[in-house]
């Protein structure tokens, strides 16, 4: 290995990740925020140790760019890209340790060609802070363990914070402290670690980081594991479940890295010890630790209950290393060469099928359901928001009118799109907590009108909406509208609310 080569790849690897950098920002701050990064928008004007939801650090990450960006698309979503860039950094600096700058080059441009970061990754969720901080602890930790004396201590001590802040952006990070334990105990090189302090004065670090968030649930009415538990529920009445739960977590994993990636990652896993391509040592035994027990476990959860696919996204961050690996030591064979060349073509083509989408059906004149289509949840909130302020105008003003939902979603997207940013509440009838529980009380607008606002196609809600109000009116449903679907996307029921006589939450809300 050449300075020059080793330099080149440097080089290379920076100019991608700053063209995919540059290109998510504008193509973030040109689209609408879905309705889950609205909802954590909301997070952001109510900073707290916990949320009903999930753990409290991507609060802070969406405050700290909007403070810079304004209460704008870009604002929210500046934090995921700046994010996704850290992350694919230390993964090449990762790979770049472990193996070659080449083996981080490949895995730089793997990662930024498969769905997972090429279309979500300016989309302002949990994933893309634990990523990064998942990634800077996987490099920090491996730093340490190769080092000795005051450094190595240092180092442990840097990797504690930043295994907590891990787990502080999304609860599952806590897989990041078995899976360092699990290296040090099959590792012979490192396994005098465990004769030591320093590993477990971290993990005692990463724990304490916690305690504000388990203290917040203490009085906040445990309501993080009263969501757990609702969320440990579903899907459990589905006939034939365990298989149709690990199936649909199969397939969620394929879709989030391609599948002939995902294909090539599965069958990595039983080699804990060397590739198919014959690497072997301990470079790869501490990859497939910090990846492997994020897959199992989530794919155990998923045969008890209904998983989202981003829970294992973790995974990949070494993941898509030892795939780098393999495809370098078994390019030179013919039928894995093709192998290779045919998942890098599928992955770029659903990760670009994800942004044309729409284009694509309107000049193939394909017939599709725009239910398939994820762009359309980035569009038509602002229409939205313009009908829902002339609602509210026409019934009183801001002062004597508020705006309500069911669920988090409408009053997140009302809250952000309508000029004022007004505070907006979501009122449980007869359907699941958010943590528009914790931040207002809207008993304090007893005798207000409202505007109430949900995404059904059928007058849902309306007896409940009765119940809490003097007189309910339907209004004409907001049809939402995108090219080149001929049927509307999205069809928002509006009902214009008068005389608002009170809400109970423990005689309304489902699941608590």
């Known amino acids: 290995m050449t300075w020059r080569t080793a330099r080149s790849c440097d080089i290379t690897a920076a100019i991608i990740l700053l063209l995919c950098a540059a290109f998510r920002l504008w193509y973030g701050a040109a689209h609408e925020l879905v309705s889950d990064e609205a909802y954590y928008w909301q997070w952001s004007r109510h900073l707290d140790y916990g949320y009903y939801d ?70 302002m969720t949990c994933d893309p802070p634990q990523l990064l901080l998942w990634a800077m602890t996987v490099y920090v930790v491996k730093v340490a363990i190769d080092s000795e ?13 930043l295994a907590g802040l891990t787990i502080m952006a999304k609860l599952n990070g806590l897989i990041i402290l078995p899976a360092v334990f699990l290296y040090l105990l099959l590792s012979p090189q490192s396994r005098h670690w465990l004769k030591r302090p320093e590993p477990y004065i971290a993990a005692v670090i990463a724990i304490a980081i916690l305690t504000p968030f388990l203290y ?19 899907g459990r009445d ?52 910090c990846s492997a027990p994020v897959t199992f476990i989530t794919a155990c959860v998923s045969l008890h209950n209904k998983v989202e696919g981003n829970w294992a996204v973790a995974a990949y961050v070494t993941g898509i290393i030892m795939i780098a690996v393999a495809m370098a030591h078994s390019w030179k064979r013919m039928g894995m060469r093709v192998w290779h060349i045919t998942g890098i073509v599928l992955s770029l083509t659903i990760s670009t099928a994800a942004f044309i989408m729409p284009w694509l059906i309107g000049t193939l004149h394909v017939k599709a359901d725009a239910k398939i289509d994820r762009s359309t949840e980035m569009v038509g909130w602002k229409s939205m928001a313009s009908r829902v302020a002339d609602e509210r105008e026409s019934l009183g003003g801001a002062a004597k009118c508020f705006v309500f939902g069911f669920n988090y979603r409408l009053p997140s997207q009302a809250a952000f799109y309508l000029p004022d940013k007004p505070i907006t509440y979501s009122l449980a009838l007869h359907a699941r907590a958010n943590n528009y529980m914790f931040w207002e009380d809207v008993n304090k607008r007893i005798g207000d009108n409202a505007v109430f606002i949900n995404d059904s196609e059928t007058t849902e809600g309306l007896d409940e909406c009765r119940a809490i109000f003097d007189k309910v009116e339907v209004a004409k449903p907001i049809d939402i509208y995108q090219a080149p679907y001929a049927k509307p996307i999205r069809t928002i029921q509006v009902f214009r609310c008068h005389g608002f006589k009170g809400y109970d939450r423990k005689r309304w809300q489902d699941g608590w």
Not at 92 to 121: H, K, T
Not at 150 to 158: F, H, K, P, S
Request: charged share 10%; hydrophobic share 50%.
């Open 54 to 123: 999930n753990t409290p650090l991507l609060a802070y990450v969406i405050h700290f760019f909007v403070q810079l960006f304004g209460d704008t698309e870009l604002g929210v979503r500046a934090g995921a890209v700046s994010c996704v860039l850290g992350m694919s950094a230390f993964v090449y600096l990762i790979a770049r340790r472990l193996f070659s700058p080449q083996i981080g080059l490949i895995s730089v441009a793997i990662l930024n060609i498969v769905p997972l970061a090429a279309d979500a990754s300016f989309l």
């Open 149 to 161: 004396g005051a450094c190595a201590t240092r180092l442990w001590l840097i990797g504690g914070v």
């Open 216 to 234: 917040w649930n203490h009085i906040h009415e445990n309501a993080y594991w009263q969501h757990g538990h609702q969320m440990s529920q579903r």
């Open 238 to 289: 589905k006939p034939n479940f365990p298989i149709r739960g690990f199936g649909d977590f199969l397939g969620a994993q394929a879709i989030l890295i391609s599948p002939l990636f995902y294909l090539t990652y599965l069958r990595l896993m039983p080699k804990w010890r060397d590739t198919a391509s014959g690497e072997k040592g301990d470079a790869w035994l501490y990859l497939w630790c």
